[in-house]
């Protein structure tokens, strides 16, 4: 079973959406990356974070340390947002673990 | 974003054959990973480097080595390519286990 847990793994929205992916897993960590993948296969950081909340944007991250849970939000959505978001977890001097990715698509 | 570019982008190679990717940053992160990404899977650490001539395994390593040689420069070979090692590779450099990773546009490697 892996560690870290995406849902859902494909989501389809209307532009002008609210979009919730969440992320859960089962150790302790000291840090939850949320990755962005384009659709050509390029990899960009949006976030890392270990407690509370941050924004960027139209994107928000949060994470519930205590219940092993984060969530990234798109307020307004895009089509261009159109992408598979990675969350991915360490724990203190050790690599990451990556869920498997929510694929998003945001129709005009 | 950070300097980091892989080569080849494309490759398509028969099975038995070496193989070896390169990648190059420009940030002067102190680590840097390799990872394959393949359907069904999330990305997989493959070998990473916490400095020059400092490198570790990770998850599924067997049939990949690594070398680092300058702080820039993270090699990933495939000592003997198999059909199962076809995949999508990425490399990725940052200052720490806990920083931002910063990742290059991936090599899409076919062994036939």
């Known amino acids: 079973k892996n560690e870290v847990e995406q849902s859902p793994q494909n989501l389809t929205a209307q532009e002008g959406e609210f979009i919730t992916i969440n992320c859960s897993y089962s150790v302790g960590i000291s840090a939850l990356h949320w990755l962005q993948q384009h659709p050509g296969g390029g990899i960009v950081s949006l976030f890392m974070?270990?407690?509370g909340k941050k924004k960027h944007g139209r994107l928000i991250a949060t994470i519930n340390i205590q219940e092993k849970h984060s969530s990234l939000h798109i307020t307004a959505s895009h089509p261009r947002d159109s992408a598979v978001y990675i969350c991915a977890v360490g724990t203190s001097g050790s690599r990451l673990t990556f869920g498997e990715g929510t694929q998003l698509t945001v129709n005009p | 974003d950070a300097g980091i570019t892989q080569s080849p982008r494309h490759k398509v190679t028969e099975t038995g054959t070496p193989v070896t990717l390169r990648c190059h940053q420009t940030e002067n992160h102190r680590y840097m990973y390799w990872y394959r990404q393949d359907p069904g899977h999330g990305l997989r650490l493959i070998h990473y480097s916490y400095g020059v001539k400092d490198t570790d395994k990770g998850e599924v390593s067997d049939g990949y080595s690594v070398s680092r040689s300058k702080t820039e420069d993270f090699l990933l070979t495939l000592e003997s390519a198999t059909s199962s090692q076809t995949s999508v590779y990425f490399c990725?450099?940052?200052?720490?286990?806990?920083?931002?990773?910063?990742f290059g546009s991936g090599t899409q490697l076919s062994v036939l």
């Open positions: 990725a450099s940052s200052d720490s286990f806990e920083e931002k990773l910063f």
């Open positions: 974070l270990s407690s």
